[in-house]
């Protein structure tokens, strides 16, 4: 069984850091492109970054880019999320998430098939 449990999130004031990070159990972690995905209560699911199985492509959304950084660790089964200059729209519940093999969209949450269960990022004013 695959399990993915996210860590890291907080409060923290807008220009801040946090690393957020992503243990996975169960299943072949490197052979799976890893995503981030955010939600803001009341809105859909929104891509945040995404990263190839070996970890030699990145994809991030533009409104992010520049900010964030997507790695991963395939010894230690882990995928981080590096979010540097946080600005208040950064709040949001933070999802990690593991792509289906084949043809499908990195960006598109369809397009995984486990996901943890979510951490909390607070970016005040």
């Known amino acids: 069984q695959v399990q993915l449990v996210e860590s890291g999130g907080g409060l923290v004031q807008a220009g801040g850091s946090l690393r957020l990070s992503c243990a996975v159990s169960?299943?072949?972690?490197?052979?799976?492109?890893m995503g981030w995905f955010r939600q803001v209560t009341g809105k859909e699911r929104e891509f945040v970054a995404a990263i190839s199985s070996s970890g030699d492509s990145t994809y991030y959304a533009d409104s992010v880019k520049g900010r964030f950084t997507i790695s991963r660790d395939n010894a230690k089964n882990t995928v981080y999320l590096q979010m540097n200059s946080l600005k208040p729209e950064d709040t949001a519940v933070y999802y990690c998430?593991?792509?289906?093999?084949?043809?499908?969209?990195?960006?598109?949450?369809?397009?995984?098939?486990?996901w943890g269960q979510g951490t909390q990022v607070t970016v005040s004013s």
């Open positions: 169960g299943g072949t972690f490197s052979s799976h492109t």
């Open positions: 998430a593991r792509r289906r093999l084949g043809p499908t969209q990195v960006t598109m949450e369809r397009d995984y098939g486990y």
